[in-house]
């Protein structure tokens, strides 16, 4: 399974900008699709997740700012970003995993999210 993250950028504090993760290869379904991230010097972190059924989490920080979505037939996940801050530079991971099969378990490459105050 081959993960690409895209959409990352410069924005100031206050912008948007929306995260997009295709998958493609041999998806693995139901599965689990979520956004971590790593700040400079931090450990990575996870943001939001969502199910194949579409049950979402966030980490507090982010909670009525992000929104984290997917398109299933599409093998798509985004993360919608509003009201940035620069404590959420970073770079962002996406991520896809299952509960029921332990090796099912990839990551992609990071797409840079950087916020200017």
């Known amino acids: 399974v081959q993960l690409q993250a895209f959409g990352g950028g410069l924005v100031q504090a206050g912008g948007s900008l929306r995260l997009s993760c295709a998958a493609s290869?041999?998806?693995?379904?139901?599965?689990?699709m979520a956004w971590n991230r790593q700040a400079p010097g931090k450990q990575r972190e996870l943001v939001a997740t969502?199910?194949?059924?579409?049950?979402?989490n966030y980490i507090t920080s982010v909670k009525g700012r992000f929104t984290i979505s997917r398109d299933n037939a599409k093998n798509t996940m985004y993360l919608q970003m509003n009201n940035l801050k620069p404590e959420d530079t970073a770079v962002y991971y996406c991520?896809?995993?299952?509960?029921?099969?332990?090796?099912?378990?990839?990551w992609g490459q990071g797409t840079l999210v950087t916020v200017s105050s």
């Open positions: 290869g041999n998806i693995f379904s139901p599965n689990t």
């Open positions: 991520h896809t995993y299952s509960d029921s099969l332990g090796w099912y378990n990839y």
């Open positions: 969502i199910t194949s059924g579409f049950s979402t």
